[in-house]
RNA sequence: GGCGCGGUACCCAAGUGGCUAAGGGAGAGGUCUGCAAAACCUCGAUUCGCCGGUUCGAAUCCGGCCCGCGCCUCCA
């Protein structure tokens, strides 16, 4: 049985998709007026999570992510820097899909864009309207949320005790009541707007999740996913507009993820402690390891993210890749030992059957450690024979199709002149020359190379270069 | 004020009524090695923020308190 815990009911419930065998799943997406920084890939990286999950589970996955590239940050953005909103978010959008890929994030099956939607968002407005719940005030039209009895269970907010006039009309549109909130913004002077039946003018942000996740997912569809403060407003929005429009219940199960913090406090760019993927593959930092290490956080829980905890998270995917490295850089005899096969399929039930309850994380890892310790043990025994090095392998392989952490073992070339230094350093241990062997040996490694002596001979791993 | 999350070993982090409190990292000792590295073995919380209570039995349930954090109108 499968458990998520559901925002909207404030608990674990067992996950039943609307068509056996099929989950279809939207997971706010980016705004594409900066690079994203690494709690955006935290939110990305514990939906992907969620879907190899369901995928290893054999349901059939659609999944929509959305583009926002209209809001008031993308127009300010293109504005300072005197492009077209449409050059200046492109740029965006293609280091978005440039920086998923690099953290191994499967692809959805659709980015709907904002601007490419505007069509839907004026057809589910004018909707809106005729049934009353929304109203055009000064050009722009609102949702009128004492209209919708159900609003705030989301979020679990009472209207009557929102905390009110801090921000009232910041955007200086005006409304009724602070708590409705803009479906279509009127067109202001050197903004880019669309002419529509509504006139002139530009959508709401929340307006654009509704149209376009129904549009490819249906009026009613699986899991919706964001971050914990997408919670209010934006996806208790989304219902009410939603579900206001249809008469149908919008989604079944909200999954939130926790926000991620730097070294214990917020990240902000006025504290320094801001990172973009980007900030940190330049320092060297493996995408992999911070793959890792937003992962192995239970995606409801506070992540506190550290160098060190970066630092810790390569020694573990480290530990994964020589267990993996042994497999193939060993010679095994012919054969099989059963019990490997009877490991092997205990690990991989004990791993799926972990992230069946609300995607235990840490649980599964220890599945996936368990058999690498024991599989060591077996390896160190000398009891792996050539079929269980096969099932071994395919275990691994199978288990990183959830997680996409073991890193690549390509069998890389390495350049001529340090093929010749370890032939010279195999040419000083033989004759006794430890010293200059050794002084071989750390000139290597502090080029990135780390030999080792095996009693089938030295062989090397590509390591990160010390920089001593 | 409202809603919510968390405090488990040196660090990260599972476990929510009962076998020895997972797993990873770091550390100590040992095996292997020319020495290393990797791997393996051994060790490491009589204890789960604090104080009460319920129970035969609690890290786990109840009450109170302390501490840290997030959200409360466009930030994942």
Redesign the pocket.
């Given at each position: 049985m499968i458990r998520f815990y559901n925002t909207l009911s404030?608990q674990k419930e067992e996950f039943i998709p609307l068509e056996p065998g099929q989950v279809k799943m939207y997971t706010?997406?980016?705004?594409v007026y900066d690079y994203?920084?690494?709690?955006?890939f935290?939110?990305?990286v514990f939906e992907d999570l969620l879907k190899r999950f369901l995928l290893a589970m054999g349901f059939k996955v659609t999944h929509v992510m959305n583009i926002?590239d209209v809001?008031?940050?993308t127009i300010r953005g293109a504005k300072a820097k005197n492009l077209s909103l449409e050059e200046y978010t492109k740029i965006y959008t293609e280091a978005f899909f440039e920086d998923i890929d690099t953290l191994k994030i499967l692809r959805a099956d659709y980015y709907p864009r904002a601007t490419h939607h505007i069509p839907d968002m004026v057809k589910m407005i004018k909707g809106l309207m005729a049934k009353g719940y929304a109203y055009e005030k000064d050009g722009s039209i609102y949702f009128d949320?004492s209209k919708f009895p159900n609003y705030g269970q989301l979020?679990?907010?009472?209207?009557s005790?929102?905390?009110?006039g801090?921000?009232i009309d910041?955007?200086e549109?005006s409304k009724d009541s602070?708590?409705?909130?803009?479906l279509w913004?009127k067109r202001k002077e050197g903004e880019p707007y669309w002419e529509t039946e509504l006139g002139p003018g530009r959508p709401?942000?929340?307006i654009e999740c509704s149209v376009m996740s129904t549009k490819y997912l249906g009026e009613t569809f699986d899991i919706h996913c964001?971050?914990?403060?997408?919670?209010?407003?934006?996806h208790e929005?989304e219902i009410a507009q939603s579900e206001a429009y249809t008469g149908k219940k919008f989604v079944n199960y909200w999954l939130?993820?926790?926000?991620?913090?730097v070294e214990?406090?917020?990240?902000s760019k006025s504290k320094g402690n801001f990172y973009t993927l980007r900030d940190l593959t330049s320092r060297g930092v493996d995408p992999l390891d911070l793959r890792y290490?937003l992962l192995?956080?239970?995606y409801?829980?506070?992540?506190?993210f550290?160098f060190?905890?970066l630092?810790?998270?390569g020694?573990?995917r480290?530990?994964l890749y020589?267990?993996i490295?042994?497999l193939y850089h060993r010679t095994f005899p012919p054969g099989e030992t059963p019990e490997i096969k009877t490991l092997v399929k205990e690990a991989k039930n004990k791993f799926l059957a972990?992230l069946s309850?609300?995607l235990?994380?840490?649980?599964a890892?220890?599945a996936?450690?368990?058999l690498?310790?024991k599989?060591?043990?077996f390896?160190?025994q000398g009891q792996v024979k050539r079929g269980d090095r096969q099932i071994l392998d395919q275990a691994l392989q199978d288990l990183d199709k959830v997680l996409a952490v073991l890193p690549a073992l390509e069998e890389e070339q390495l350049p001529q002149e340090i093929l010749k230094k370890i032939e010279e350093?195999q040419k000083a241990?033989a004759a006794?020359n430890?010293?200059l062997?050794?002084k071989i040996?750390d000139e290597l490694r502090a080029q990135g190379i780390?030999?080792?002596?095996?009693?089938e001979g030295v062989r090397w791993?590509r390591i990160k270069p010390t920089s001593s």
């Open positions: 404030g706010c997406g980016p705004t994203a920084h690494i709690g955006n935290r939110a990305y926002t809001d008031d940050k949320v979020a679990k907010i009472k209207i005790e929102l905390k009110t801090v921000r910041a955007d549109y602070v708590q409705d909130f803009a913004k709401g942000w929340h964001g971050g914990v403060d997408n919670i209010f407003p934006h929005n939130h993820c926790h926000h991620l913090i214990g406090e917020k990240m290490l192995a956080t239970h409801r829980k506070m992540l506190n550290t060190d905890g630092r810790q998270a020694a573990a480290r530990r020589d267990f490295y042994e972990a309850d609300d235990n994380i840490s649980q890892l220890t996936l450690f368990e690498v310790k599989g060591n043990i390896l160190a350093r241990r006794r430890y010293a062997a050794d040996r780390l030999l080792e002596d095996t009693k791993k």
